[in-house]
């Protein structure tokens, strides 16, 4: 995937399709219960508005692949983050219309193989970006906890190469943990 760009690797993310989120045990038990219990129900549709019930939860009329329907609830869960359309994001938005950054194959933000937001580069300047945000990219696991974490040494490697910090590695985080140990300034 790091090899690819364009439609090379729009290609092979929808070969791989939707998100990286691994399916969890515990939580597949507990989505089973709640729809056996009755007090579970999802559903995808566009959400019309959202009104006070007058028994203190909220009514939702959204319409959906059964047409429009009324749905009573205690509360709302909303999963649109990693669907969303990152121009309907005030600060992506801000930053493609008035900057050179742009979409990658996928829709989302394009950034490099270290994470700097591509058309952003100013002078000594870097803007960097991951998550679901950069899903597109050339790393595919970016918007999970692990893609995180890779995605922040990747930006911390980036930053080491221009000069603007250390680099982290194994004796140098172990000496600075124990700094902090020690209650001694990092």
């Not at 089973?32 to 939702?60: L, N």
């Not at 994001?89 to 194959?105: C, E, I, K, S, W």
């Not at 270290?114 to 870097?126: D, L, R, S």
Request: charged share 30%; hydrophobic share 35%; aromatic share 8%.
């Amino acid at each position: 995937m790091r090899k690819l760009d364009g439609d090379d690797r729009a290609k092979l993310y929808k070969l791989m399709g939707g998100t990286n989120t691994p399916r969890r045990r515990r939580w597949q038990e507990q989505m089973r219960d709640g729809r056996k219990g009755g007090y579970y129900r999802d559903m995808q549709g566009v959400v019309d508005k959202v009104e006070p019930a007058p028994d203190g939860g909220v009514v939702s009329f959204v319409t959906g692949k059964a047409g429009p329907e009324e749905i009573r609830s205690d509360f709302i869960i909303d999963c649109t983050g990693l669907e969303a359309d990152i121009s309907q994001h005030r600060v992506l938005a801000d930053l493609m219309q008035h900057t050179g950054a742009y979409r990658n194959p996928l829709g989302r933000l394009e950034v490099e193989r270290h994470f700097e937001v591509k058309g952003t580069a100013n002078g000594e300047g870097a803007l960097y970006a991951s998550g679901a945000t950069t899903l597109g990219g050339y790393f595919p696991g970016v918007d999970t906890f692990l893609g995180l974490q890779i995605a922040a040494q990747e930006i911390a490697d980036d930053l080491a190469r221009r000069g603007w910090c250390k680099k982290i590695g194994p004796v140098r985080s172990t000496s600075q943990w124990l700094k902090w140990c020690f209650n001694r300034p990092v």
